[in-house]
T-cell receptor
């Protein structure tokens, strides 16, 4: 099956940009997703990108996809304390059959 | 539109007991997936149901089972509970599997503690 990896922690100052990285192994992954999880809550879908795109922007969020290197990143501009959460990268593989999640990156935003 | 709802939100059970968790998907969504989330293993896929049929299954023992009803609501059952079953169980719904972007929307989860 697919292997999705993320670094565990990221700490930034309020107002800076945050970049969360993810790598995956399945070159046939069709869609790649970013989810946000706040304490005690489920996962909130933030954005996703189709594998034939290399960039998608949605307000403060920018997703970059390097399909050759199987590398996905999420950039959060002007990071706020409310962005503190765990961010999960996920890929849809196995012919649209299964989601594979990374272990999550805990983003800490310091005031 | 109401989001995905899960009941109960919190549950405490004893080893050896069984438990049933419930998930109501977003109106119009016909696919329901279940995940187990633990600090050590992260998010692990349990199973997915679509049109009352199990479409996919993860690598969990047979003690974990599920079903889906004609109104798309789903239940999962864990029998003979073990301490290691303590986790946050998340349910996610989507319109249907394999369609377009296949967006999954998650519920708040059921926190199961086994003592």
């Amino acid at each position: 099956g697919e292997d999705v990896e993320q670094s565990l922690f990221l700490s930034v100052r309020e107002g800076d940009s945050s970049v969360i990285n993810c790598t995956y192994t399945d070159s046939s992954s069709t869609y790649l997703y970013w989810y946000k999880q706040e304490p005690g809550a489920g996962l909130q879908l933030l954005t996703y990108i189709f594998s034939n795109m290399d960039m998608k922007q949605d307000q403060r969020l920018t997703v970059l996809l390097n399909k050759k290197d199987k590398h996905l990143s999420l950039r959060i501009a002007d990071t706020q304390t409310g962005d503190s959460a765990i961010y999960f990268c996920a890929s849809l593989g196995d012919n649209f059959n299964k989601f594979y999640f990374g272990s999550g990156t805990k983003l800490n935003v310091k005031p | 539109k109401a989001g995905v709802t899960q009941t109960p939100r919190y549950l405490i059970k004893t080893r050896g007991q069984q438990v049933t968790l419930s998930c109501s998907p977003i109106s119009g969504h016909r696919s329901v997936s279940w995940y187990q989330q633990t600090p050590g293993q992260g998010l692990q896929f349990l199973f997915e149901y679509f049109s009352e049929t199990q479409r996919n299954k993860g690598n969990f023992p047979g003690r974990f089972s599920g079903r889906q009803f004609s109104n798309s609501r789903s239940e999962m059952n864990v029998s003979t509970l073990e301490l290691g079953d303590s986790a946050l169980y998340l349910c996610a719904s989507s319109v249907m599997p394999g369609q377009f972007s296949y967006e999954q929307y998650f519920g708040p989860g059921t926190r199961l503690t086994v003592t």
